[in-house]
Nanobody
């Protein structure tokens, strides 16, 4: 199993920045990709960004391109999401996720095997 724990959420004014972290433990070496999703009240969970852990290839939703950056540490045990130029519409609970097998549909929730508990981001 893989355990994921997010941190770094909070409240920020529009135009501000936050950095989310996701600490991964367990059989992380078996995972191909990790990603960030978010879910706003009354909306479906949506993919924000993902990274292939060994190639470093990244993927972004159009709504965050140029503002958000996904990265990982050298040990590939911590995932980050740097969020700049935040907008009120970025307000959501942000979730970290991991998948064992590489798949092209990085932004689909059904792709992922493991999920964190989420961290709230509020932009006003």
């Amino acid at each position: 199993d893989v355990q994921l724990v997010e941190s770094g959420g909070g409240s920020v004014q529009a135009g501000g920045s936050l950095r989310l972290s996701c600490a991964a433990s367990g059989y992380t070496a078996n995972t191909c990709s990790m990603g960030w999703f978010r879910q706003a009240p009354g909306k479906e969970r949506e993919g924000v960004a993902a990274i292939r852990r060994y190639s470093g290839t990244t993927f972004y939703a159009d709504s965050v391109k140029g503002r958000f950056t996904i990265s990982q540490d050298n040990a590939k045990t911590t995932l980050y999401l740097q969020m700049n130029s935040l907008k009120p519409e970025d307000t959501a609970v942000y979730y970290c996720a991991a998948v064992i097998q590489c798949r092209p549909d990085w932004n689909e929730t059904r792709t992922y095997n493991y999920w964190g508990q989420g961290t709230q981001v509020t932009v006003s």
